[in-house]
């Protein structure tokens, strides 16, 4: 399987801050990965697909970019409402979650 | 509007079996995969597998094989995850998910059930 791994493991940043999130893969699986948060007590939801699309509905402050292994998730200005837990996903081959990031509100 | 509901929270015993279920609505239910996830309190997700409703098809993680049947019912359009000879390990969430396109496993998963809790306890 690909190994995943996400940094940093948690985070607190200001609301207005720029928030950067890394993945990074074990092997290289061109674009086949995807961006989720998922808030306490409830099911993830898709943010970015295939690196860098933005799924339908969500803010245009959140971006994606990357391929290969290394892959980015950016919040250009955090809102409180982007508190939760983000995870990373590749589908390049059997699916693999990251660890996840933890972004807490200072 | 796309919709997955799962059934109920589930608490068995060690060596029982438990069959959840992610009754799908809003779209054509043969054109998308299901797959099966699950998330133990406070850690990651977990691929168990995924089966393809048009055809029947599935591919099941290592990990769960001899021990997981995923099913599907096109008539209510419904899919099904069996899991068997449960331990204390097996206590989690578990969630179905569906891919933004059709046919496809590999394309982000845009719609999610709500997820079952299900513990595993003596």
């Known amino acids: 399987d690909i190994q995943m791994t996400q940094s940093p493991s948690s985070l607190s940043a200001f609301v207005g801050d720029r928030v950067t999130i890394t993945c990074r893969t074990s092997?290289?699986?061109?674009?086949?990965l995807h961006w989720y948060q998922q808030k306490p007590g409830k099911a993830p939801k898709l943010l970015i697909f295939?690196?860098?699309s933005l799924q339908s509905g969500v803010p245009s402050r959140f971006s994606g970019s990357g391929s290969g292994t290394d892959f980015t998730l950016t919040i250009t200005s955090l809102q409180p409402e982007d508190f939760g837990t983000y995870y990373c996903q590749q589908t390049e081959s059997t699916p693999t979650f990251g660890p996840g990031t933890k972004v807490d509100l200072k | 509007q796309v919709q997955l509901v799962q059934s109920g929270t589930e608490v068995e015993k060690p060596g029982a079996s438990v069959k959840v279920s992610c009754k799908a609505s809003?779209?054509?239910?043969?054109?998308?995969?299901i797959s099966w996830v699950r998330q133990a309190p406070g850690q990651a997700f977990e691929w168990m597998g995924w089966?393809?409703?048009?055809?029947?098809?599935?591919n099941y993680a290592q990990k769960f094989q001899g021990r997981v049947t995923m099913s599907t019912d096109t008539s209510t359009s419904a899919a099904y995850m069996e899991l068997r000879s449960l331990r204390s390990d097996d206590t989690a969430f578990y969630y179905c998910?569906?891919?933004?396109?059709?046919?496809?496993?590999?394309?982000?998963?845009?719609?999610w059930g709500q997820g079952t809790l299900v513990t595993v306890s003596s």
């Open positions: 092997q290289s699986i061109s674009t086949y």
């Open positions: 089966i393809n409703p048009y055809n029947g098809n599935t």
């Open positions: 998910a569906r891919g933004r396109v059709s046919y496809t496993t590999s394309s982000g998963w845009a719609y």
């Open positions: 809003g779209y054509t239910f043969t054109r998308y995969v």
């Open positions: 295939a690196a860098s």
